[in-house]
C-alpha cells in the first residue's frame, strides 16, 4: 500500500479535529478543504481512516457510513449525537460541525 499524500494527510487531520458528538459529511470536509470531493473523502476514509473517528463523517442526509452503521450508531450513542428520531441518521441541523477553532490545525 502506498504511503498517504498530504491531502489524505489533511483529510485525516480534519476528521480528527471534528469534536465527539459533531459530524461533518463527506462535502462538508472536501469543501473545507478547499480541494476533492465528497467521493475522494470517502475514498481517504476507506482506506486510511481507521484510526480516526470515522464514524463521526456521514453522507449528507446523515447516514452513517455504509456497511459500518451498526458500529457508528453505537459511537454516536457514546458522544451523544444528535440523531433524527425514528431513524438511524444523524440529525444535521444540530450535529453539523463546521470546522471552526480547526483553523490553526490544518492547513487548506
Not at 480534519?14 to 459533531?22: N, R
Not at 450508531?73 to 460541525?97: I, K, N, S
Request: charge should be negative; proline fraction near 9%.
Amino acid at each position: 500500500m502506498p504511503l498517504p499524500d498530504d491531502y489524505v494527510e489533511r483529510v485525516l487531520h480534519v476528521v480528527e479535529s471534528i469534536p465527539p458528538g459533531k459530524v461533518m459529511s463527506y462535502g462538508d470536509v472536501a469543501e473545507y478543504l478547499g480541494e476533492g470531493g465528497p467521493r475522494q473523502v470517502g475514498s481517504v476514509l476507506a482506506t486510511w481512516g481507521g484510526a480516526v473517528p470515522w464514524w463521526r463523517v456521514v453522507r449528507a442526509d446523515g447516514s452513517p457510513p455504509k456497511g459500518h452503521e451498526v458500529a457508528a450508531l453505537a459511537h454516536y450513542a457514546a458522544e451523544g449525537t444528535p440523531l433524527r428520531r425514528g431513524v438511524a441518521r444523524v440529525d444535521m441541523a444540530q450535529a453539523r460541525w463546521d470546522g471552526k477553532h480547526a483553523a490553526e490545525q490544518v492547513d487548506p
